[in-house]
Structure formats: structure tokens, C-alpha cells
């Protein structure tokens, strides 16, 4: 039996939106709140829906590059987002970037006209006590809303920054040098990695790790400047080496208890990466959260031994994000495991990024759609790109602290047997098989 044949999506965000759009081609009725104009968040400014706040570029049009790839499934299944996208879109190399005014507009023009679409401005200060609900309000919640979001999975599931340290490609590491081992032997050797470095490579690697360049701090992350107590815990790691010499080598970088296998001895530093996901096919660097720039991380993290020519799924981030601790409290629909009518979109499930975050508002809008109308799930299978996102938030990872995370090839479930070609055959392998499946899947038809 079908439950009452609306839905409310709270936040006309990209993932709002495409939750929203995706239920409302389904047939259901559907009340967006928005509370802009009336009241904006730090980051956004216009009045339109699907504001991009930083960068117009939604990334690689590439399949052999993970978002890329999801760029594609999602234009397969009839994603808002990405025809708003290729109907504004401006030269770019082989990036996907938009007009930004003009995407916001092309959304909010379809938003608005669509029959099955209410849209309802003021701001929403509690999760609606009944009814399917779609939670897509953003890294940057309003107040209320976000305590109410925290008094509802109860207390400290709802995180408010996001300090994570880079993620890399464990095919791209030159085990020649890095080695598998756990300090002093305890536990599983295969769950770290170790990259031993001399005094002369620590010299040179400290150097230019304190001269590195900053991200700069957008408006709404000002905090991170005025309070960086807020980070004790996971202090960046450039404001670590900055407090002394040999404050890494006493902490993140403590060689202690890992010898070497060239020399039997404990270097002069080392650094540790520990295995990010059960297939081993991701490792984080322990202790590197760090706000230096893309482009600053991979030029300093490339002197660390058996980093050097190192491929990275995620640089380490320190910004302003309201996010769940996924894992555990959401299904691989987005849906609350204990409350199936309450669902979560966009940045606050633990998806980074304007294509990951309208993968989200697509599978909760389609599911949410599903539940009104009492038909069955649609799961995406972790082949997929769309459906490894959607694994990754509610599984996590093996370690016990959740980050958010970018589409990557490094959370699709692997092929049982190696693919020959290298890397890009891989992933180019990848992207056949995932848009087979998605090719069988039909879901407005």
C-alpha cells in the first residue's frame, strides 16, 4: 500500500532540485522549500535555485575518470542537473564548466514550472514530524535546522567541519620503497604503509611543507581562521611542522617501531598510510589533514618516498561542512536505516562536489518517489559509480572515522581479475561495465 502520494524536499540546492525533479517526473506532488530570498546562507548570493557558490567547472567530461563517469550515468537516467549543465555550458578544455547565472536559471525556470512542483519560500526549522521527507540542505544548514538534524540522530552524528587528510591510489605507490607493517608489528601489516625518508629528505620535505601555499579562506569558513582550537584534534599538518622541527617526527611522522626492510633500522621519519577501504585499493595519509592548495599538496606530498609519482582520489580538505556520520544511519538510498521516510541529499550525506551531490538528490528523489508510490527500491549496484557513492555512504570505509568523499574509482567495486593496460584501461573498463548496467535501468519509462 502506497503511502500519501506527496513529498517535501527541504533546500533547492543541486541536490534539492534534482530530488525534487526526479520524484515530480514519477508523478508525485512535491513541496520545495527554499528559504532564500528571505534568508541566504554565508555562501550564497543570488535568489536563483542551484546556486553554484565556487567554481562553475563541474570537472572531467572523461569516463575514464570517475566523475566523469558519473557525469554520464547521470545523464543516461534523465538528470536535471546535467541537462541544466550541457545547456549552459561554456568552453573548457575536456571539463565539463556552465554559465553559472544561466544554469541557476534553466533550473529554476524547470523547478517552478513543473505541475508537480509547490515551491514553498521560508526557511524550515525542524525535520516535518510526518510525511516523506528529503533532507538537502546543504554543508552550510541554517542553525535551527542543523540542531534539529543533530537532536534527531542524537547529538554527535552531525558533524560541522570537514579535516581529512588526503587519499591516494594504492596502484600509483612504488612499493620499492614504501612497505607494508604495522608499528612494532601489532595488527594486520597489510592495513599501513609506510614511506621511510632520510634526514636529508625530511630536510627538504619540512622546508617546503612550512612555505607551502594556503587555500585561500572563503567568507563563511572564517572560523577556521579565528578558532583553530576547533582542529586540536586533527590539526593541519603544515601547522603541525610550523610549531618545530621535530614536532612531525614526535607525531604524524614517528618513525619509531617501523625498521626499514633496505636497512633493519627505523628512519629518520616516516610517513604512514593506512588502508582506507577493505579492497585495499585506497590509502589515507595518517595525520595529513592540511588546507594547502591542490596544486601546494601534490607538488609537497609528491617528496615523500614512494609518493612520487602518487595519484590522488582526494585531497585533504579543512572547510566549513555540515555532514552525517553516515555510516550506520543512512542506507544505500540515502534513506534513514530506523525511519525510511526521511531521506538525506548533497554534501550533508558525505558526498563532496556539485556532480556527487546531485547523484545523491537523484537516487533519494527517485526513492523517496518510489516509497509514495509503493513500488520497490531502486538500488544503483556498487558497479556503478552512482550506486558506489551511494555504498560508500552507508558503509564507509574499514577505518572507524567517516569522510566525506569525491567520486573516485577507488570506492566501484573492483573486477575479479586484473585488468591488463595499465590504469586508464582499468578505468576505461570500468566505465564500460558501469553504463551497461545503467543502459538496463529504467526508471521513467
Same mark, same amino acid.
Given at each position: ?19 525534487? &525533479? ?20 554565508? %555562501?550564497?548570493? /543570488? ?26 550515468? +547521470? ?30 536559471? &534553466? ?25 516523506? $521527507? $528529503? ?15 543533530? %537532536? ?35 595488527? #594486520? ?14 630536510? @627538504? ?5 612550512? #612555505?607551502?601555499?594556503? %587555500?585561500?579562506?572563503?567568507? =563563511?569558513?572564517?572560523? +577556521?581562521?579565528?578558532? +583553530?582550537? @576547533?582542529?586540536? *584534534?586533527?590539526?593541519?599538518?603544515? $601547522? ?51 588546507? +594547502? ?42 534513506? @534513514? ?25 537523484? $537516487?533519494? *528523489? ?5 516509497? !509514495? ?5 531502486? @538500488? ?6 552512482? *550506486? %558506489?557513492?551511494?555504498? &560508500? ?15 573516485? =574509482? ?20 570500468? !566505465?564500460?561495465? /558501469? ?11
Amino acid at each position: 500500500m502506497s503511502m500519501e502520494n506527496t513529498i517535501k524536499v527541504i533546500g533547492a540546492g543541486l541536490a534539492g532540485c534534482e530530488a525534487a &525533479y526526479a520524484a515530480a517526473r514519477l508523478g508525485i506532488k512535491v513541496e520545495l522549500y527554499e528559504m532564500k530570498p528571505h534568508k541566504h546562507s554565508p %555562501a550564497h548570493h /543570488s535568489n536563483g535555485f542551484a546556486e553554484l557558490v565556487c567554481s562553475n567547472s563541474l570537472r572531467s567530461n572523461d569516463t575514464s575518470n570517475a566523475v566523469g563517469l558519473l557525469k554520464a550515468e +547521470l545523464s543516461s537516467l534523465g538528470s536535471l542537473i546535467m541537462e541544466a549543465a550541457y545547456a549552459t555550458e561554456v568552453p573548457a578544455g575536456s571539463a565539463l564548466a556552465v554559465n553559472r547565472e544561466l544554469f541557476s536559471e &534553466y533550473i529554476t525556470e524547470k523547478i517552478k514550472n513543473h505541475p508537480n512542483i509547490t515551491v514553498i519560500e521560508g526557511e524550515v526549522t525542524e525535520i516535518p514530524e510526518d510525511g516523506i $521527507v $528529503v533532507i538537502a540542505s546543504g554543508p552550510l544548514t541554517s542553525e535551527a535546522l542543523a540542531d534539529s538534524i543533530s %537532536a534527531y540522530t542524537g547529538g554527535g552524528e552531525l558533524h560541522f567541519f570537514d579535516a581529512a587528510a588526503p587519499i591516494v591510489d594504492f596502484s600509483t605507490v612504488d612499493t620499492s620503497v614504501a612497505f607494508f607493517a604495522s608499528r612494532w608489528g601489532k595488527g #594486520n601489516p597489510e592495513d599501513y604503509l609506510n614511506c621511510p625518508m632520510t634526514k636529508e629528505q625530511y630536510d @627538504v620535505f619540512y622546508n617546503e611543507l612550512i #612555505n607551502a601555499k594556503a %587555500a585561500p579562506l572563503k567568507a =563563511f569558513d572564517k572560523e +577556521l581562521q579565528e578558532d +583553530l582550537t @576547533v582542529f586540536e *584534534g586533527c590539526m593541519p599538518v603544515e $601547522v603541525m611542522a610550523s610549531r618545530g622541527y621535530d614536532t612531525l617526527r614526535f607525531g604524524p611522522m614517528k618513525p619509531v617501531g617501523l625498521p626499514d626492510p633496505r636497512t633493519g633500522e627505523d628512519a629518520f621519519a616516516t610517513v604512514q598510510l593506512r588502508r582506507e577501504n577493505k579492497e585495499g585499493t585506497m590509502y589515507n595519509i595518517v595525520g595529513f589533514q592540511t588546507h +594547502l592548495t591542490f596544486g601546494e599538496q601534490r607538488r609537497v606530498f609528491g617528496l615523500i618516498p614512494g609518493l612520487e609519482n602518487a595519484e590522488f582520489f582526494r585531497y585533504g580538505v579543512m572547510h566549513r561542512n555540515t555532514y552525517l556520520n553516515s555510516p550506520g544511519f543512512l542506507t544505500n538510498i540515502y534513506s @534513514v536505516k530506523n525511519e525510511g521516510r526521511i531521506f538525506f541529499a548533497g554534501q550533508m550525506t558525505g558526498v563532496e562536489g556539485y556532480v556527487e551531490s546531485a547523484s545523491s538528490g537523484f $537516487v533519494a *528523489g527517485v526513492n523517496a518517489a518510489m516509497m !509514495a508510490l509503493g513500488r520497490d527500491a531502486v @538500488v544503483f549496484p556498487r558497479e556503478t559509480e552512482i *550506486g %558506489a557513492l551511494a555504498h &560508500y555512504v552507508s558503509e564507509g570505509g574499514v577505518s572507524s572515522s567517516f569522510q566525506p568523499m569525491n567520486a573516485n =574509482f577507488g570506492i566501484i567495486a573492483p573486477f575479479e581479475k586484473k585488468i591488463k593496460g595499465g590504469k586508464k584501461a582499468r578505468n576505461e573498463a570500468y !566505465a564500460v561495465r /558501469s553504463l551497461d548496467i545503467i543502459k538496463e535501468i529504467k526508471i521513467f519509462d
